[in-house]
């Protein structure tokens, strides 16, 4: 089944303004798929739209095969989370669990079960701990995993992470990343990342590249970095792994274009020996 399906899908702030024409596209359930994007691709209009908060001029979305409308708004935002860019402006209240629990209650579940869904929240990301502790001398990575467990406590089917690492040094985005990565494989819980570091977009199983509105590369990540010059166009680097296989071949060696560092240690130790 499709979790998140657009079909000819037109948007735009308004006239003149940015606009997204026709666009479709499909993230299957249990799926993790990174969206990369330069600035202003659409990247972040794209997840408003995918839980309600902007509406198309045209065509349609469904997730979970329900159409998104105002009769099915209220029901589908239950199952669609987005987590935003920056945790600060995602904290409502003072006490870690309070804000976890804020979204939720919000939704109106019940108060019996707004203890577990604390505890199943905080578990997720690590920060049983921190339960009672004041959000705001909490860390950047250790804010936004408090955000990630915010929407959590909604248990949604399908997390939206827009550029949730970005204000991050590496360590705190590898603390979200591991997160992300273990709810999808454990948790089979639908995710999509959207993401500035190429690095990240490794991890998913697919990719899409934006780009003015449209949506210009869809693949697996090997699919999508092997074509470095087409990224290139729009604006996106490659990996580090990619620009360093690209580079031992160009000086003279010959190694498979792969995206797992450890399978390209083998294939330099491979022809170190061979090759002497
Ligand atoms: N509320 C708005 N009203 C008018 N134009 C907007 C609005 N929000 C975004 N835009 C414009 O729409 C375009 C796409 O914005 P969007 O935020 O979807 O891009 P993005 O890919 O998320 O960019 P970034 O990487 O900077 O987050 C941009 O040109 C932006 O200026
Ligand atoms: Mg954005």
Same mark, same amino acid.
């Given at each position: 089944m499709h979790a998140i399906e657009f079909r000819d899908v037109d948007f735009s702030y308004g006239e003149g303004g940015f606009r997204i024409s026709k666009l479709n596209l499909d993230v299957e359930e249990g799926e993790f798929v990174a969206i990369l994007g330069h600035n202003g691709s659409g990247k972040s209009t794209f997840a408003r739209l995918a839980n309600g908060i902007l509406v198309p001029d045209r065509g349609t979305i469904r997730i979970f095969g329900v =159409?998104?409308?105002? /009769?099915?708004?209220? +029901? !589908?935002? /239950?199952?669609?989370? %987005?987590? $935003?860019? @920056? =945790?600060?402006n995602q904290t409502v209240a003072s006490i870690v669990e309070d804000d976890v629990a804020f979204g939720a209650e919000n939704i109106g579940t019940p108060r019996e079960e707004i203890g577990r869904r604390i505890d199943f929240a905080l578990g997720a990301v690590g920060m049983?701990?921190?339960?009672?502790?004041?959000?705001?001398? &909490?860390?950047?990575?250790? /804010?936004?995993?408090?955000?990630?467990?915010?929407?959590?406590a909604l248990k949604p089917r399908v997390m939206i992470l827009d550029e949730s690492t970005a204000m991050l040094d590496p360590r705190g985005r590898k603390e979200i990343m591991d997160v992300v990565l273990r709810l999808n494989r454990e948790e089979k819980m639908t995710v999509v990342l959207i993401t500035h570091f190429v690095e990240e977009a490794m991890q998913a199983d697919r990719a899409f590249v934006m780009n003015r509105g449209e949506l210009v590369m869809q693949g697996t990540p090997r699919e999508i970095f092997s074509d470095g010059e087409r990224l290139l166009t729009f604006n996106l680097a490659l990996p580090r792994i990619s620009v360093i296989c690209q580079a031992l071949n160009e000086g003279g060696m010959s190694v498979t274009d792969t995206?797992? $560092? @450890? !399978? &390209?240690?083998?294939? !330099?130790? /491979? +022809?170190? %020996?061979?090759?002497s």
């Open positions: =159409p998104l409308s105002d /009769k099915t708004l209220y +029901e !589908i935002r /239950k199952q669609v989370g %987005v987590v $935003f860019q @920056n =945790p600060d049983q701990a921190y339960r009672h502790a004041t959000v705001q001398r &909490l860390s950047g990575g250790q /804010k936004q995993r408090v955000a990630v467990a915010g929407v959590l995206l797992d $560092f @450890n !399978i &390209l240690a083998d294939e !330099i130790a /491979k +022809e170190l %020996v061979c090759g």
